[in-house]
């Protein structure tokens, strides 16, 4: 029974290994088939119509996560993804991108556009911020002067911003020069024909949004220069300057001023090389010429006066010299009406080791500044902070006060008073700091005679002075002129912000008038707010000119 059960199991075991050997064999000679990757698919893009920085999205489908596996472009321009999930991917325009055609593979498969509208992308220019106009300074002036626009989203690329003021020759409006920009400040010149009338912007063609409230009209000044001349003794040369008395003053004019803000001349009649009995008076003159001086007042205690200057409130500050040492003054304040007269600091030397030289000037706190470094606080007291000698300095010229801040001195920056090494300073009244102007007596008179101005000659008479615009007015004498006994003067302008001058006319005293520089060897030589100027002629006449 054994024995045939064996011979059963035999051929049953033999079929099995046979069915095994084949099964194995077949696996051996068979390739396992690769799964077919998913085609990338883009089924939207916004926006289709981007401006530069913004940011684009595509949606679709087998985008994966990894940002390297990614191609994506526009037209011939290869784009930076920002951010790529299965679904979305994420890119900012660049500033240089051009329209086209979108294009997207995903290690080497072309994605299939699946949008409706296609994959067309159409780069619009970056709509730029609007411009505003917000402020003016100043309101008013004169052609040829420099004011500030200020507001928002300028161009700092002065040709993309354009100014207009109005005009009645030829249109409406005229362009004005634009001088420098940034994005929130224009400096520009009023031009030729511009009237009084509303200032606009535009920037890179989008008019500048004018602030609620803010009045946009420039007022022009005209100071109505014809070149005429109701003056015997002045011979104009050159130029479109005219020339008109507007007071004869009853002794020698020391010092002059003129208050900007309030428009009145003051003038002293005492100096001290020419001082007579009586000259111990302050006057005070409408710059229109409409009616005689008047004496500002009579407190006994003004005399000797030889420096004036005016404070924001119209207050007068006289410096007297009191006779009683070389360096010995007192310094008064007295209302614009000449009603109350105080001492502010009595007999006081002005002479320290570092100098004997002065000024005078009030800055925007009310103080009484003599020099950088030495000034009258507001309590009355004397104070130095003096260091060092502020070398080459020039007292002649007297300086010329710009604003509540700052005030112009020359300065020989070799010490020899020599006409090519004399520059000037910028002092700021406030913190008794100088500065390199970056203007020289020969950036502004050099023209005229440019081997005197390179030569190791001495500058003999300058005087300048500011309008409200900050516009400087310089007078210089040059030379005799042939069959005349007087000097030549010249008149020159620099507009504010600037190096370079432009000539206003020549004109010269004929004798047997006293010229500029008379017995009290100094020029008398003003500015009012519209750049009008004045200066003292004959000791006793005071000049208007009008530009």
């Known amino acids: 029974m054994k024995s045939n059960s064996l011979k059963m199991v035999k051929p049953f075991l033999f079929l099995l290994m046979l069915a095994v050997i084949m099964v194995s064999c077949k696996k051996e000679n068979t390739t396992e088939e690769q799964p077919t990757p998913e085609t990338p698919q883009i089924t939207s893009i916004s926006p289709k119509d981007p401006q530069p920085d913004d940011v684009v999205t595509i949606t679709g489908t087998g985008f994966g996560n990894v940002v390297k596996d990614l191609k994506v472009s526009v037209g011939n321009t290869a784009l930076s993804v920002t951010s790529v999930k299965d679904t979305e991917i994420k890119f900012t325009v660049p500033a240089t991108l051009v329209s086209g055609t979108l294009a997207v593979s995903i290690k080497g498969v072309a994605a299939t556009i699946k949008d409706p509208l296609g994959a067309s992308i159409t780069v619009k220019p970056k709509t730029a911020a609007t411009p505003t106009f917000t402020a003016m300074s100043p309101t008013n002036g004169k052609v040829g002067d420099v004011i500030t626009l200020t507001g928002t989203n300028f161009n700092p690329q002065m040709s993309e911003n354009k100014v207009f003021f109005a005009t009645t020759t030829g249109g409406t409006v005229v362009l004005a020069t634009v001088k420098s920009a940034t994005t929130t400040q224009l400096t520009v010149e009023v031009p030729a024909s511009a009237v009084t009338g509303g200032v606009s912007i535009t920037v890179s063609g989008n008019n500048a949004v004018v602030a609620e409230g803010f009045n946009t009209t420039f007022t022009v000044n005209s100071t109505s220069g014809n070149g005429g001349n109701t003056v015997s003794y002045i011979n104009a040369l050159s130029g479109n300057l005219s020339f008109s008395k507007i007071a004869t003053a009853t002794k020698e004019i020391g010092a002059m001023i ?24 302050i006057y005070k003159l409408n710059p229109a ?3 005689a001086p008047e ?53 006081f030397d002005m002479s320290t080791r570092y100098s004997t030289k002065y000024f005078f000037f009030i800055n925007s706190a009310g103080e009484i500044c003599f020099r950088p470094g030495l000034k009258i606080n507001t309590s009355g007291a004397l104070v130095s902070t003096e260091t060092s000698l502020l070398l080459g300095v020039q007292q002649k010229d007297g300086g010329a006060f710009v604003d509540g801040t700052n005030a112009y001195l020359l300065q020989s920056t070799a010490n020899n008073e020599q006409v090519k090494t004399i520059k000037f300073i910028k002092w700021n009244l406030s913190t008794s700091a100088v500065a390199d102007a970056g203007l020289t007596p020969t950036n502004i008179f050099g023209t005229d005679d440019a081997g005197f101005y390179t030569s190791t000659d001495k500058l003999s008479y300058i005087k300048y002075a500011f309008d409200a615009s900050k516009n400087m007015y310089a007078i210089t004498d040059h030379s005799y002129q042939s069959g005349q006994t007087s000097k030549t003067w010249i008149v020159r302008k620099v507009a504010a912000g600037s190096n370079a001058s432009t000539l206003l006319g020549t004109f010269l005293i004929k004798f047997p008038a006293v010229d500029l520089n008379d017995y009290n060897s100094a020029v008398e030589f003003i500015a009012d707010a519209a750049g009008n100027l004045y200066f003292k002629a004959n000791q006793k006449d005071i000049i208007k000119i009008k530009q």
Request: proline residues 2%.
């Open 295 to 347: 004496v500002l007042t009579t407190d006994a205690r003004i005399t000797g006066i030889v420096k004036l200057t005016t404070d924001a409130a119209g207050n007068v500050y006289a410096l007297k010299y009191e006779g009683t040492g070389p360096s010995i003054y007192s310094v008064y304040k007295i209302s614009a009406n000449g009603a109350t007269v105080v001492e502010v600091l009595k007999s």
């Open 258 to 281: 003129i208050d900007r803000p309030n428009n009145m001349i003051y003038y002293s009649d005492y100096t001290i090389l020419n001082s007579t009995a009586g000259q111990n008076t």
């Open 289 to 291: 010429g409409t009616g």
